[in-house]
């Protein structure tokens, strides 16, 4: 049975309204492409009115400016409380509008709680520093939150990315106007209704669903916004990055895609590197920033390997992401699933040798079969962009040395990983690769305490760990002059 939509209004100032020029957008179900609901379209006059709610809400006297950072936190966890409360309904409604499994999107909503608590206990640890200026001055600074903050979310995690960016901005003391992606926009209404529920002030929490033209602009320009937090795609990473130096000189914090090499040494364990790659490559579908989407296989193991590879992919169970049964769901819409097909052609016609898959299933929905490709080729398309989908690309090598440099030859910068039981490889290659994370026998370990974040054109900025309230303060220096006499 499908999940009650609730919501599909926009929220300004703790309350549901539709957009101004009353026009709507349909949003659909990635299993088969059926509308499930109409969502409020807003656009520029709409963030309007959410900035100057999000900007009252932020005054010096406001309700949410006088609270004590120790009651912020206790708010957040309450929020928290709520999450675990509605955790079954937020995972279908995630799995019904993204297409997630939805057994990954109880896990993930679960996690999420724990996300919450864990920025929550940040809200009274921001502290400043005395400083020595001088025998004859007393300087100290202080940590201001940042201002009104534009948030602009991915549609392929959207309650993790919510949670992460919101609730770190509303830590630091800020307020913010969330725009959706237009393709999932459903939990994050779901969400800012439980943050209401949990007390946050009118004002504070501001939701404005629409497209990146209207809405996204429209935020992204605006002058009263001083900070915007975005994960996405390089391409508009880009793009808000030259908005946001338009109108003001807002701060920016950028998580952009990736091309990540994963890289399997002749001495790893086949049991656990095999599998361990699938998933890296294959969950969600595929689309995860961080995907280990260049496959390095050491000359000695590499036949071994993709014959291991090829019989896990085709032993990967396809379907209803509503059924727990089920291994791989469809691709968020029709325009990700035809881009995914697209690059699958452009490996047969370069010469990569397609071993699986490589097809879409059924005509309904936005299936794609699981697909491993061999002999690809580092200048190979499917070698240098990110595809977003269920696309093995297995590479050979032959010494460390030369797969580092390999690794390091791509505009992206964010993840990376190697599967060794030699501690000098781990640690020379974790050293040497260009990306902000690098995972040892493992691949997409990762939680709240821990930062993220990417090198080049994976973006700037780090997002979760003790500092990533940081991006959203200010840091004041006050000097006060002592007399030399008392």
């Known amino acids: 049975m499908a999940p009650e939509i609730k919501y599909t209004k926009l929220f300004i100032n703790n309350e549901w309204v539709d957009a ?90 679960e996690r999420n709680a724990l996300s919450i608590r864990y920025l929550a206990s940040l809200a009274d640890k921001i502290q400043g520093d005395t400083i020595p200026l001088d025998g004859d001055n007393f300087t100290f600074t202080l940590k201001q939150p940042v201002g009104v903050c534009g948030l602009i979310l991915p ?71 001083a900070k915007i937090s975005f994960t996405g795609s390089v391409e508009v990473g880009k793009l808000i990055q030259q908005a946001a130096g338009k109108v003001n000189l807002k701060r920016v914090t950028l998580e952009l895609g990736g091309k990540s090499p994963l890289i399997i040494m002749n001495d790893a364990d086949l049991n656990v590197a095999v599998p361990t790659a699938a998933y890296g490559v294959f969950t969600h579908q595929g689309q995860v920033c961080v995907a280990a989407s260049r ?42 699933m035809d881009k995914v097909l697209g690059y699958i052609e452009k490996g047969k016609k370069e010469g990569a040798k397609l071993l699986t898959g ?35 690309s297995i590479l050979k090598f032959d010494t460390l040395e030369e797969v580092i440099d390999r690794a390091n030859n791509t505009s ?15 640690l020379q290659y974790a050293k040497h690769v260009e990306a902000g994370n690098v995972w040892v026998n493992g691949y997409m370990m990762a939680g709240p305490q821990s930062p993220f974040g990417g090198y080049k054109d994976s973006g700037y900025g780090r997002e979760a760990g003790l500092n990533c309230v940081d991006p959203y303060l200010e840091v004041k220096s006050v000097a006060i002059s002592l007399p030399k006499k008392f």
């Open 295 to 336: 496959l390095f296989v050491q000359s000695g193991i590499y036949d071994k390997f993709v014959e291991k590879a090829v019989e896990f992919a085709k032993n990967r169970k396809v379907g209803n992401p509503a059924d727990t049964a089920v291994d791989q769901g469809p691709q968020v819409d029709g325009e990700m």
């Open 412 to 426: 992206y910068g964010l993840a990376a990983g190697i599967f060794t039981t030699n501690l000098n490889n781990a």
């Open 155 to 225: 549609w392929n995690f959207p309650i993790t990315m919510f949670i992460s960016k919101v609730v770190t901005a509303l830590s630091a003391g800020c307020t913010v106007v969330i725009k959706p992606a237009e393709q999932t926009p459903l939990t994050a209404l779901a969400l800012v209704a439980l943050l209401k529920e949990a007390g946050v002030p009118a004002g504070v929490v501001n939701v404005v669903t629409g497209y990146g033209p209207g809405a996204g602009t429209a935020l992204t320009h605006h002058p009263d916004v």
């Open 20 to 109: 101004k020029s009353g026009k709507t957008f349909d949003t659909y179900s990635p299993h088969d492409g059926s509308v499930i609901a109409k969502v409020a379209e807003g656009d520029k006059a709409d963030v309007d009115l959410a900035v100057s709610a999000a900007k009252a809400a932020f005054h010096r006297n406001s309700e949410w400016r006088l609270l004590d950072a120790s009651a912020r936190g206790r708010l957040l966890n309450k929020f928290a409380d709520l999450v675990l409360r509605d955790s079954k309904y937020l995972a279908e409604l995630e799995s019904y509008n993204n297409g997630m499994l939805v057994n990954m999107a109880l896990f993930l909503s």
């Open 358 to 392: 490589g097809k879409r299933i059924g005509t309904s929905g936005f299936y794609v079969e699981p697909t491993v490709f061999a002999d690809v080729k580092d200048d190979m398309t499917i070698a240098k962009e990110e595809i977003f989908g269920p696309v093995q």
